[in-house]
């Protein structure tokens, strides 16, 4: 991949992060920690319809406990488990 396709790939993904998210990015730095809270959530905890409602890790389904919840990004999202 050439260097000017692999930044429109990277700006691509930014801007459909930022979408997602809906936040506001101070600079590389916030950017990289910021997707390194969201990547975790959005491979072992989103549901993606594509998926058939799983996520791209596969997790155990969990029918007894009591639920509970961890915000990720300062609360936009929400990771729900059961303990």
């Known amino acids: 991949m050439s260097r ?3 930044v429109r790939f990277c700006e691509r993904a930014v801007v ?3 979408r997602a998210t809906r936040l506001l990015l101070f600079g590389e730095r916030h950017l990289r920690r910021m997707l ?3 990547s975790p959530y959005y491979n072992e905890s989103r549901t993606h319809l594509a ?3 799983d996520a ?3 997790r155990a389904i969990q029918r ?3 639920m509970i919840t961890t915000p990720i990004l300062s609360g936009l999202h ?3 488990v059961r303990i």
């Open 64 to 66: 007894c406990g009591a």
């Open 16 to 18: 459909r992060f930022r």
């Open 56 to 58: 791209p890790l596969r």
């Open 36 to 38: 390194a809270s969201y």
């Open 78 to 80: 929400h990771r729900y």
């Open 4 to 6: 000017e396709a692999h």
């Open 51 to 53: 998926l058939e409602k």
